[in-house]
């Protein structure tokens, strides 16, 4: 096996998303109880979910045109210090409202880290092995958040509102350690006041085929984070503990590390990375179908559901690294904005509408996610069809479309 070149930014900057999976995970297996503790309804879990997503959807694109303009590591911590203000805000107060503006400036201030730190390590991987190392970023975080999650939910045996105050102020801990590490790759700054206007005039330069792509990643999110918040409210509807809860994503987690070191390198190599997507999506869809509806549920978890989890673990660093190569270096911050506005708009989306049809039929509400993988999957296929009929026309001498990549690997 070929040698990784990980320098140490590379290092420094892989272990700030395995430090983000630990702490920023530690308040979602016990947000269900949490929800449940003070008498409100089971949509609002969604609904709070889908609050925190509408801020990530509004702050990416900002982050994202601040962070190529000045700079991204004050963004970044500036963000990360507004999250920490969200937690405490969610868990003090008991009020409805109040909580859900709570989860609004979390998401808000959670989206720079989440743009602006990709955007730096795209900046920093060597092309060849972007992909590798965006995917040891996803099986770091993965391992983080299952971590997370299983200290989370041993705290939620003894304390629940108590886990958001400790998490906001690891998470504050967390921005001292990135402010002391993080070597931000020195750049030309424009001197002129960032032209918001003009970058997210940007969003209209984007070709069909990446905006159908776009669109396709909306409906995958929606499916994937159905499955990932409401899965959690299902198992401890079904009697599940807090603490089983956390041991099975745990055990997802370590699914996911395997599949990102050991299957993503060598797909990769394959160079066949829309085909990949494509079939992770039909397989999705499948493996859902057939869990959610079997009457041996608990032996479909530890069998049948791993499957997905390994699709999961495969889809992001290859729709990470596809959205990287669709504008130039100096665009990053601002592209990748755009790309998290569409994910955070499935993840409004997906929870938000879900609430409601979980509590009329909670089966239902994993057929929708099954669904729009499919849905998800006509919609990357066009956009992948889209895309070979205009590097076509390229070769032929057309004018082709803004933001269309060079194809640095070899045809899908």
């Not at 509102?161 to 504050?172: G, H, P, T």
């Not at 506005?341 to 929708?368: C, E, H, K, Q, R």
Request: proline share 4%; no cysteine.
């Amino acid at each position: 096996m070929k040698k990784l070149n990980l320098t140490p930014i590379l290092a420094v900057t892989l272990s700030y998303y395995f430090l983000q999976g630990i702490i920023h995970n530690l308040g979602h297996v016990v947000t269900p109880t949490f929800v449940n503790q003070l008498g409100l309804p089971s949509f609002m879990f969604g609904f709070f979910f889908s609050a925190m997503s509408l801020g990530m959807l509004i702050g990416a694109p900002i982050w994202g045109v601040l962070g190529d303009i000045r700079g991204k590591k004050f963004f970044i911590l500036l963000g990360l210090i507004i999250y920490s203000f969200g937690q405490v805000m969610f868990a003090f107060f008991t009020q409805p409202v109040l909580m859900t503006l709570a989860r609004f400036i979390a998401g808000f201030g959670v989206s720079a880290f989440i743009t602006l730190m990709l955007s730096h390590l795209i900046g920093i991987a060597p092309l060849k092995e972007r992909t590798k190392f965006i995917s040891i970023s996803v099986a770091l975080f993965a391992l983080g958040t299952t971590i997370g999650y299983q200290i989370g939910g041993i705290m939620g045996d003894y304390i629940i509102r108590e886990v958001f105050y400790i998490q906001a102020i690891l998470n504050l801990f967390w921005v001292l350690f990135i402010a002391l590490s993080m070597k931000e790759i020195p750049h030309k700054l424009s001197t002129k006041k960032p032209s918001f206007i003009k970058n997210f005039k940007d969003i209209t330069k984007l070709s069909p085929s990446l905006l159908l792509f776009l669109i396709g990643l909306t409906l995958a999110t929606i499916s994937a984070s159905i499955l990932s918040k409401y899965f959690d409210v299902y198992m401890i509807d079904l009697g599940y503990s807090p603490r089983e809860l956390g041991t099975f994503i745990l055990v997802t987690g370590v699914v996911g590390l395997l599949t990102n070191i050991f299957i993503v390198p060598k797909l990769s190599k394959l160079r066949k990375d829309m085909p990949i997507m494509l079939s992770i999506q039909i397989i999705s869809a499948i493996i859902v179908l057939l869990v959610f509806r079997s009457a041996y549920f608990y032996i479909m978890l530890y069998t049948v559901f791993l499957f997905y989890y390994m699709m999961k673990a495969m889809f992001q660093p290859f729709e990470q690294n596809y959205i990287s190569l669709q504008a130039p270096k100096e665009k990053h911050g601002t592209i990748l904005g755009v790309r998290h506005a569409f994910f955070s708009t499935g993840m409004v989306i997906g929870p938000l509408i879900s609430g409601f049809i979980y509590d009329y039929n909670p089966t239902l509400v994993f057929d929708i996610s099954a669904m729009m993988f499919i849905f998800a999957f006509i919609l990357l296929f066009i956009s992948h069809k889209l895309r070979l009929k205009a590097n076509v026309e390229k070769q032929e001498g057309g004018l082709g479309f803004a933001y269309e990549p060079v194809d640095v690997t070899a045809k899908d």
